[in-house]
């Protein structure tokens, strides 16, 4: 059948590329690079299965910029684009999921959308009753950025906002063009499903919090951050996972949805959500306090980005402790090869890292690798592991 899938970020771009080995599949976006990259099978994000799929495989897949070529004839209709979570009105900016809703209703065809961005409880309910329509279901994603399509080649669990044969068909094409034998498929209606994805994202940010503010206590007590983790995860419902000490959690999805699950709870009685959020900023003060009593002049900022072997740097916590520093007048100088620009956030960016070790009296790493090893006495991190 044709698919379409609205917006080519880690969402979009993994179920395009998921889909379009046994469908049809035109994905839509409204940056023309993005569109040309992928009509020329490169990837323009970085996603080591993505861009191996792009090469290698026979897909059935085009990009376009033309929205009424990518939806007429779908049978579905995906929208994956950005929604970003304002601090001011508590509640997230879904202009861009409504705006392809609108488009999907103007065209008067016959197809069902499936929201995979993350959006508010009720969202689904409240787009039915605005446009008065019921062709619109959410489905939540749970994908890691850089491992997006390995994540839906192998999926934890596909859930679907609804109990219809619709939603049967969405889950098993989901399921047929995935690796794993047994994948567990669950239906529910849409809101629960919309409750699921924030609350396992939340759990997820508690966890690293958790560990955060373990590592924390360690540190200026002066005790083993790692073997303090080691012995506690060695109880089997705890476990050994998930628990790499950072200097926050932050990219696309845990900051925003943690707090989008705090405002749904504005009329609920809380203690924990509301604690999640502030632990976060609780540890980039910590970082920050203990990058100052190291008296440096300047501090180099190793890598924005999130994650290993990731390229999105959106949100990540090292920028919030670039804020606290530059608070309190520190130069700051930026290591980040993807950056093209020589500034970011009015700091300098160096690409040149011998110059980038050599200028700096201190440099933050939120994960290590092989090459700042090589300066590990002007290193402060707290990463254990080298993985996320």
């Not at 209709?77 to 509640?91: G, L, M, Q």
């Not at 994540?151 to 934890?156: F, R, V």
């Not at 303090?228 to 845990?254: A, K, M, Q, W």
């Amino acid at each position: 059948m044709k698919i379409a899938v609205a917006g080519i970020g880690y969402v979009g771009l993994s179920l395009a590329t998921l889909l379009s080995q046994k469908n049809e599949v035109v994905a839509l976006d409204i940056v023309p690079e993005k569109v040309e990259m992928i009509n020329n099978r490169i990837s323009p994000i970085k996603d080591k299965e993505i861009e191996e799929y792009l090469q290698t495989k026979n897909l059935n897949l085009r990009a376009t910029l033309d929205y009424k070529d990518a939806f007429n004839g779908a049978q579905y209709v995906i929208i994956s684009t950005p929604t970003n979570y304002d601090d001011v009105t508590n509640y997230f900016d879904t202009s861009s999921v409504e705006d392809i809703i609108q488009k999907v209703i103007s065209m008067n065809i016959d197809t069902t959308m499936v929201v995979k961005s993350t959006i508010p409880v009720g969202f689904i309910e409240n787009m039915k009753e605005k446009y008065n329509i019921d062709n619109i279901m959410f489905s939540p994603e749970f994908l890691r950025e850089g491992r997006a399509l390995y994540d839906n080649l192998y999926p934890s669990r596909i859930i679907v906002g609804e109990k219809s044969k619709r939603a049967e068909i969405f889950a098993n094409l989901l399921k047929d063009c995935s690796l794993k034998q047994d994948v567990t498929i669950k239906y529910m209606n849409s809101t629960e499903a919309e409750a699921v994805k924030l609350f396992a994202n939340t759990y997820l940010a508690l966890r690293v919090s958790y560990f955060n503010e373990l590592d924390t206590y360690a540190e200026i007590n002066g005790l083993n951050t790692q073997d303090i983790i080691e012995g506690v995860g060695l109880d089997p419902r705890i476990g050994t996972h998930y628990n790499n000490p950072s200097f926050g959690y932050g990219g696309y999805c845990l900051p925003k949805d943690t707090k989008q699950l705090l405002a749904n709870y504005s009329k609920v009685p809380q203690n924990l959500i509301e604690a999640i959020v502030k632990s976060n900023d609780t540890r980039k003060d910590h970082i920050t306090n203990m990058i100052m009593k190291k008296e440096p002049k300047v501090v180099g900022i190793y890598r924005l980005t999130m994650k290993t072997n990731s390229d999105n740097f959106r949100c990540s916590a090292i920028q919030g402790i670039i804020e606290r520093l530059k608070n309190k007048n520190i130069e700051i100088i930026i290591y980040e090869p993807t950056l093209k620009e020589n500034t970011f956030n009015e700091c300098k960016v160096i690409n040149d890292f011998n110059e980038f070790k050599n200028k700096a009296d201190v440099i933050l790493a939120n994960r290590i690798d092989e090459s700042i090893k090589e300066v590990k006495d002007k290193v402060y991190t707290r990463d254990l592991y080298s993985e996320d």
